[in-house]
Every structure is written in structure tokens, then in C-alpha cells.
């Protein structure tokens, strides 16, 4: 793992975060805080002892220090100070990361128009299962993605990258994308056109269409006179002879274990078209709300499926 992945890797830099801060607490709870408590006491008894010799020899003393004495010394060395109190937020955020939601941020437009650019995401971590952080093992079966679901995962090709597409195939399904259309276990699927959409980052338009894939009504984007597929950027990938190719697009079937994603976007995206499936180790969460963003307010809480 090379430095810059490890730097990309946010859930790693928690967890080391949290080993380390929570390392020090229980040190701190354990040990160091018996230890001060001990020394306190000792030197606590001496000052009673001494003011007690004083006042014998009628010597009027302020008992004000005491207090100031004991504060002293028991108080937390500065670094273990913070790592205390850092670490009970830095545990809750990566519980939260890790098992229950996780944000994310759409960095380009390959799902248009459902997704836009700049678009801060939640995605629920545990409807496919309960997954080990860093790891992501699955531990806990819970429910498998269907197809319409728009899923985030780890790019096969790169898995310190987190992509994010709509679920098109599960396990055993027959793909065929032709002239822009898909066709699923042999039934097309159906098509209502919407208004030209315009792109307000190119300032172009893109023809939209409703698609229904498997009862999960969603929009499309297509480009006139784009090629369904781009048959120079095909790479190898595991399965892949599960596929056949031509220009007016593709047929696959998906391999046990692996599912086929597709852009939204649907000229402007690459996806299972060009780099394969996406085996099942490599889900991360069904994305779900757009919670934040910050160049257009109108998007903040938007459900999306």
C-alpha cells in the first residue's frame, strides 16, 4: 500500500487514531491516574504533617494551598489531556463510519442526472451486511443489492477508490446494452422520454429518459450521437469472457458473487462496460441522501433511488 493510498484511506487514518488515543486512555485510566493519585496522597500527608508541626508551634497557617497542591498534582500531562478527550469522538466516528452511515462526495458526472457534482452523499453501511472496518469482510448477512440500487464500492482496479454507480445486474442475470437500450433475462426494459437535460457545468444538453429497471423508476442521460460503448477502452478483467462486444454494444452475464454497474450518465461514464464486475468483497453501502451541497442548497435532503 503506497503512502498516497494509505493518506486516501480516511477509515485507516480512524482506526490508528482511535487504537492509539484509546491506547492512552486506558493507560492513563489504569495506571498514570493510580500513579498521581498515590503520589498525591503521599505528598498530601506530608503537608498535613508539617502544617500540623506548625500550628503546634502556634504558627497560623492558610489551608488554601491544599487544594492548589492536590489540582497540581493530579493533573493529566498535556498529551494525554487531549487523547483523552479526543478519543470518545474519534471512537463515535468511526463506529459511525464503519457500521452504520458514511459520507461521501460525487466527484464527477458519470451519474447525471441523479447525482450532480459536488453532491455530499450518505450511504447506509449495513444494508448489504455488517462489514470489518478496513477489511471489509463481511461478518453479518443482512440483504443482498438489487438491481436500481445505487451502490458505492471499491473500484476493482483500485481499491483504495471508492466508486459509486446504479446496481443493472446481480448474480446469473444476462446483460445486453444495445443501441442504448438495456435488455435484462430478455425483457427489454421501458423508456419514457423527459425534457433535454442541460449540463450547468458544460452548459450542454443531454436527451433523458425515464428507465424501468425492475420497478425502480429512475432518470437517464444519453448523448446523441455517442457510441453505446467505446470498444477501445474495454480493459481485461476477471470474467470477461463471460462478455461479448460489438459496436452498437454489449451482452454479459454475471458470474457468481459479482454484479454489473452502470452510470446513470450513461455516455459519460465509465463502468462494468469497461472495467468488469464488481465482486461482492468490494461493496461498500447503498448510497441514499444527498446531505450537503455547498453550490446549490436546493440539493440538500434529497432522497434519491
Excluded at 494509505?6 to 492513563?28: E, R
Excluded at 491516574?33 to 508541626?53: C, G
Excluded at 423527459?194 to 457545468?201: A, G, H, I, S
Amino acid at each position: 500500500m503506497t503512502l498516497q493510498s494509505i493518506l486516501g484511506n480516511f477509515a485507516l487514518i480512524l482506526f490508528v487514531l482511535t487504537v492509539v488515543t484509546g491506547i492512552i486512555w486506558f493507560f492513563d485510566r489504569f495506571y498514570l491516574s493510580r500513579q498521581r493519585r498515590a503520589k498525591a496522597d503521599a505528598a498530601l500527608a506530608e503537608f498535613d504533617a508539617r502544617n500540623a508541626k506548625l500550628s503546634a508551634d502556634g504558627i497560623k497557617l492558610e489551608n488554601s494551598g491544599r487544594a492548589a497542591l492536590e489540582a497540581n498534582l493530579l493533573r493529566q500531562p498535556t498529551w494525554v489531556e487531549y487523547s483523552g478527550s479526543f478519543f470518545p469522538v474519534i471512537a463515535m466516528v468511526f463506529f459511525l463510519r464503519s457500521f452504520l452511515y458514511e459520507p461521501f462526495k460525487i466527484p464527477s458526472s458519470s451519474m447525471v442526472p441523479t447525482l450532480l457534482v459536488g453532491d455530499l452523499i450518505l450511504v447506509n453501511k449495513f444494508t448489504y451486511g455488517i462489514r470489518l472496518p478496513i477489511l471489509n469482510k463481511k461478518v453479518i448477512e443482512v440483504n443482498k443489492p438489487q438491481r436500481g440500487d445505487v451502490m458505492v464500492f471499491k473500484y476493482p482496479k483500485d481499491m483504495s477508490l471508492d466508486y459509486i454507480k446504479r446496481v443493472v445486474g446481480v448474480p446469473g442475470d444476462k446483460i445486453t446494452y444495445q443501441n442504448k437500450r438495456l435488455t435484462i433475462n430478455g425483457q427489454a426494459l421501458s423508456y419514457t422520454p423527459l425534457p433535454d437535460y442541460l449540463n450547468e457545468d458544460t452548459l450542454d444538453y443531454s436527451q433523458q429518459f425515464t428507465e424501468n429497471l425492475s420497478n425502480v423508476q429512475h432518470t437517464i442521460a444519453v448523448r446523441s450521437g455517442r457510441p453505446p460503448i467505446s470498444l477501445e477502452g474495454v480493459m481485461d478483467f476477471p470474467n470477461k469472457d463471460a462478455c461479448s462486444y460489438n459496436p452498437e454494444g454489449f451482452t454479459c452475464t454475471v458470474p457468481a458473487g459479482n454484479y454489473f454497474m452502470m452510470g446513470d450518465n450513461r455516455d459519460n461514464s465509465e463502468d462494468s462496460r469497461y472495467w468488469g464486475f464488481v465482486p461482492d468483497e468490494n461493496i461498500v453501502g447503498k448510497a441514499f441522501l444527498v446531505w450537503m451541497n455547498l453550490g446549490n442548497f436546493k440539493r440538500i435532503g434529497t432522497f434519491f433511488k
